[in-house]
């Protein structure tokens, strides 16, 4: 586990664009925390580094977006609203970011679904707003350089 202050919400978002240098075709990033932690932030930041020209906004309402400007596929899933593993099979959403990365806002509720190899990232906010990331690799996740992003 690798563990990262971000005084600043730029910080969260730059984390996430240096987190891009080490995303490759297949990847799952599970992103875990309460509403407003900076979780889409994060995703903001990844698609920049991704190259993805579009605004990243939150899937909460619509529950899934594509994003395919950018260097490769990026898909970025809230299944906040989702009521069952069924209703998350149904997105087809591993499919649609084989060439890609899967993001997953709320991530711990399915995280048992992706399989073994992912990244986890665990935000918590600090009563000054400065955020702390838990990032917990997992499979292939593990052999990476992941402290480079410190």
């Known amino acids: 586990m690798i563990e990262i202050r971000c005084p600043t919400p730029a910080d969260t978002e730059s984390l996430g664009g240096r987190l891009a240098a080490e995303i490759r075709s297949g990847d799952i990033v599970v992103l875990s925390g309460g509403l407003g932690v900076g979780k ?12 993805v020209e579009e605004e990243v906004t939150s899937p909460s309402f619509i529950i899934a977006r594509e994003y395919r400007s950018g260097f490769m596929p990026l898909v970025h899933v809230d299944v906040y609203r989702l009521g ?6 149904d997105l087809d959403v591993f499919e649609a970011a084989r060439e890609g990365v899967l993001v997953i806002e709320w991530g711990e509720a399915v995280e048992s679904a992706v399989g073994s190899n992912h990244l986890r990232i665990e935000f918590d906010v600090a009563e000054d707003e400065s955020r702390t990331l838990r990032l917990v690799p997992s499979g292939d ?6 402290e480079s992003l410190l």
């Not at 889409?40 to 190259?51: D, E, I, Q, S, V």
């Not at 069952?84 to 099979?89: G, R, T, V």
Request: proline share 4%; net charge positive; no cysteine.
């Open 40 to 51: 889409t932030l994060f995703t903001r930041g990844l698609a920049t580094g991704l190259g």
């Open 84 to 89: 069952s593993f069924n209703e998350f099979d």
């Open 141 to 146: 996740w593990s052999r990476r350089p992941l």
